[in-house]
């Protein structure tokens, strides 16, 4: 099939490269100028393991070409993607304005039947304001041509999004026709050989289905950061307790694990947006709001960890941190912890030594070089001299670290740790001070 997929960030361009995969034609589009002219040259913008090879693959067989023309793109393909940002706007409702601009192009360039798919994470009743766009666009040109709209919300995991797109364990698809149904159907038909399921519905529940799938997940990791705040107020260990429960099949061991709270570019926007659209209708969500709550709270909690140990006093106190990324096998920084707890240990006069294997370039941009921040090139030189560790993110190879070598290039042996990498009862024998999520407060 003949695709545009609009939008080569983290999703667009993953689901470019894997329809491509498959055969299809692919105009993928991005309005960022700098951003085509490097995947032209076969550089990736992002890291995300596995894509570079799939992008280059196909853009050299010719199945896969950028551009920043949208005009063109549409007239030649038959389903038009759209992946562009929805981040969240000041009332906390999803930011629409790129996914209207969208249609608004889409709809003053159609040159016959089209099918656009909302591939961004929109909220309930944005297929309807999407016709509305394209209904008045193709109004002001006098041309009636006929088109769907169809809600396709993505579900991948950045660090695993190939392995997630080719191998989904479900397709949903929100449409009003069933010719289009059969259409997505056919589509979509390589990715699910395994009989996963592409489940059809409309495109309301569509659209709900994406912000459920999030707001339940994101619930999951503030449930178990409270049980391990409850466990630290009694001397329950967390880790004996999240096995305990996990291996329960209806609870499950995923997503699971106590830590600094979530982050990323999708649960904290798409908690607010579903929080404010039921708002909006008059209905308060608690437990959507209670999670939120104890995910605001949880850095806090583990920067007033970091203080009571230094006695309130951080100034000139120098902290080597490891991970900057939102999670692991990703450069995406957005909502990230480290990015919550490097300005408040800035401000309390101390001094970072950061490491990351990827997220580095895009900290440095974000905080703008304070000469506070520096930035080692291996997570034992962000060790050096300084005053203890505070981990961030769970990134493999900071999982078995040479602890000798750590203590000696430490000023003290103490570890901050946000996401429970170490065994306490080992680091205690190693002669640490180790704090993580759930410890059982002094
Ligand atoms: N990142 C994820 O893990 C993930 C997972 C599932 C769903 N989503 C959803 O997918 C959507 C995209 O997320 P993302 O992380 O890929 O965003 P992103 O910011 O990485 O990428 C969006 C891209 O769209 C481009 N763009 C903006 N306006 C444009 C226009 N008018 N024409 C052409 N290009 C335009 C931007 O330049 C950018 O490259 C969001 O709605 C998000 O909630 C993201």
Redesign the pocket.
Request: proline share 2%.
């Given at each position: 099939m003949k695709l545009a997929i609009?939008?080569?960030?983290?999703?667009?361009?993953v689901t470019a490269a894997c329809f491509a995969e498959m055969g299809n034609e692919v105009i993928c589009?991005?309005?960022?100028k700098a951003?085509v002219e490097a995947l032209e040259q076969g550089r990736i913008p992002?890291y995300e393991p596995g894509l570079e090879d799939y992008v280059k693959r196909n853009f050299q067989e010719n199945r896969l070409t950028f551009t920043?023309e949208?005009a063109p793109a549409v007239e030649k393909s038959l389903v038009i993607f759209i992946?562009?940002?929805?981040p969240q706007d000041q009332d906390g409702s999803?930011d629409l304005s790129?996914v209207l601009?969208?249609a608004k192009?889409v709809g003053r360039y159609m040159n016959g039947y089209k099918v656009l798919v909302e591939?961004?994470?929109?909220p309930v009743g944005t297929a309807a304001k999407v016709r509305q766009v394209i209904d008045r666009e193709l109004k002001a040109r006098g041309e009636a041509f006929e088109y769907d709209v169809v809600s396709n919300?993505?579900?991948?995991?950045?660090g695993t999004?190939l392995d997630d797109f080719m191998k989904p364990d479900r397709i949903v698809v929100g449409c009003d026709d069933v010719r289009v149904g059969e259409l997505m159907k056919e589509l979509y038909g390589p990715f699910v050989r395994t009989n996963h399921p592409i489940i059809i519905m409309d495109v309301v529940s569509a659209e709900l289905t994406?912000y459920a799938a999030n707001a339940f997940l994101a619930t999951k990791i503030s449930f178990i950061n409270e049980i391990a705040n409850i466990c630290s107020m009694t001397g329950a260990n967390i880790n004996m307790v999240r096995q305990g429960i996990g291996s329960d099949r209806r609870i499950g061991n995923l997503f699971l694990f106590p830590g600094l709270g979530y982050g990323?570019?999708?649960f904290p926007?798409?908690m607010q947006a579903l929080i404010h659209t039921a708002n909006s209708l008059g209905y308060t969500p608690r437990i959507l709001e209670a999670a939120e709550a104890v995910n605001q709270d949880q850095r806090r909690l583990f920067l007033e960890v970091i203080r009571r140990h230094f006695k309130g006093d951080l100034a000139g106190k120098v902290f080597a941190l490891w991970g900057l990324s939102f999670k692991p096998q990703t450069d995406?920084i957005r909502e990230a912890p480290a990015l919550t707890i490097i300005p408040a240990l800035l401000e309390a006069g101390a001094r970072i030594q950061a490491h990351d294997p990827e997220a580095m370039a895009a900290t440095r941009q974000h905080l703008g070089d304070p000469p506070a921040v520096s930035y080692a090139p291996s997570s034992y030189e962000a060790l050096n001299g300084a005053d203890a560790l505070v981990v961030c993110t769970e990134w493999s190879k900071f999982r078995e670290p040479d602890f000798e070598r750590m203590k000696s290039l430490l000023k003290a042996p103490v570890i901050f740790d946000g996401r429970n990498l170490y065994n306490p009862d080992k680091m205690a024998k190693l002669g640490f001070a180790y704090f993580h999520v759930g410890q059982k407060e002094l």
């Open positions: 609009i939008g080569a960030g983290y999703v667009g361009l589009v991005d309005a960022d951003k992002i920043t949208l992946a562009v940002g929805t999803a790129m601009q969208v192009d591939k961004s994470t929109v919300p993505e579900f991948l995991k950045e999004a994406k990323g570019s999708c926007k798409d995406d």
